[in-house]
């Protein structure tokens, strides 16, 4: 396991502030991973108001990004860090936009789960989206527990799986098209479950790019658009 130091420095008030900020990023985390938890199961158990209610939620994520990014610019105002404190601080400023992206991405779903919700269910109750959530929360947990632990080699994980997330998203897209040819009356409800797969998809994105911050932090590399896929068996 590859791990860095970035909490060796002579002021103890510098430390501090250092993993106060560490902490508010992993609650970030926390709080978005609730969010898309919540919506996924909105749109799973057909609840309009969860769904509504993830949605409007959505300033509480907003609001700790500015908290987050204004304590940044106070420590390199202040503190002007350097080597690893540096690349601490930029990948943090990097992680939060990310992690407020994923919240916007989990508001869409939440208006989509409520708007499915008033529509005629699937038998499956929408098991493909259920399974893309999962895999992308899981890509989401990982990523915030690579970042806690500085882990190299779980980061180096999560970004891999980023690829099936990818194909889960492709494979619903085209049975989504499938189903619009065949009964042009469900076009409505089969697009807001398109929408519904692309946030997803996309919320992988942005649990990859967290990923690919831990990278940089611990080894000052920039890997993003160089890492390769996963090789299949």
Same mark, same amino acid.
């Given at each position: 396991?590859?791990?860095?130091?970035?909490?060796?420095?002579?002021?103890?008030?510098?430390?501090?502030?250092?993993?106060?900020?560490?902490?508010?990023?992993?609650?970030?985390?926390?709080?978005?991973?609730?969010?898309?938890? %919540?919506?996924?199961?909105?749109?799973?158990?057909?609840?309009?108001?969860?769904?509504?209610?993830?949605?409007?939620?959505? !300033?509480?994520?907003?609001?700790?990004?500015?908290?987050?990014?204004?304590?940044?610019?106070?420590?390199?105002? $202040?503190?002007?860090?350097?080597?690893?404190?540096?690349?601490?601080?930029?990948?943090?400023?990097?992680?939060?936009?990310?992690?407020?992206?994923?919240?916007?991405?989990?508001?869409?779903?939440?208006?989509?789960?409520?708007?499915?919700?008033?529509?005629?269910?699937?038998?499956?109750? !929408?098991?493909?989206?259920?399974?893309?959530?999962?895999?992308?929360?899981?890509?989401?947990?990982?990523?915030?527990?690579?970042?806690?632990?500085?882990?190299?080699?779980?980061?180096?994980? $999560?970004?891999?799986?980023?690829?099936?997330?990818?194909?889960? !998203?492709?494979?619903?897209?085209? %049975?989504?098209? $499938?189903?619009?040819?065949?009964?042009?009356? %469900?076009?409505?409800?089969?697009?807001?479950? $398109?929408?519904?797969?692309?946030?997803?998809?996309?919320?992988?994105?942005?649990?990859?790019?967290?990923?690919?911050?831990?990278? !940089?932090?611990? %080894?000052?590399?920039?890997?993003?658009?160089?890492?390769?896929?996963?090789?299949?068996?």
């Amino acid at each position: 396991m590859e791990t860095a130091d970035l909490a060796g420095h002579i002021s103890r008030r510098y430390n501090q502030d250092i993993e106060d900020l560490r902490s508010k990023v992993l609650a970030m985390g926390g709080l978005v991973e609730a969010q898309l938890t %919540q919506a996924i199961a909105a749109i799973v158990s057909g609840d309009s108001e969860l769904g509504l209610q993830v949605a409007h939620d959505d !300033y509480k994520v907003n609001n700790l990004e500015v908290e987050i990014d204004e304590e940044c610019g106070r420590i390199l105002a $202040t503190r002007a860090p350097a080597a690893g404190d540096l690349r601490l601080i930029v990948a943090i400023i990097k992680t939060i936009t990310d992690l407020e992206r994923i919240g916007d991405e989990a508001e869409k779903i939440g208006f989509l789960a409520s708007k499915l919700a008033a529509m005629d269910r699937p038998t499956d109750s !929408y098991r493909e989206l259920k399974n893309l959530g999962t895999h992308v929360s899981h890509m989401l947990r990982d990523a915030m527990n690579a970042f806690a632990r500085l882990n190299v080699n779980d980061a180096l994980e $999560t970004v891999r799986e980023d690829e099936r997330a990818d194909e889960e !998203y492709e494979a619903i897209a085209r %049975q989504c098209i $499938t189903f619009m040819m065949e009964d042009p009356r %469900q076009i409505k409800r089969v697009m807001n479950v $398109t929408w519904a797969a692309r946030s997803l998809e996309r919320i992988g994105d942005h649990a990859k790019n967290i990923c690919e911050y831990v990278i !940089y932090m611990v %080894q000052g590399k920039d890997v993003r658009h160089t890492l390769e896929p996963r090789k299949q068996p």
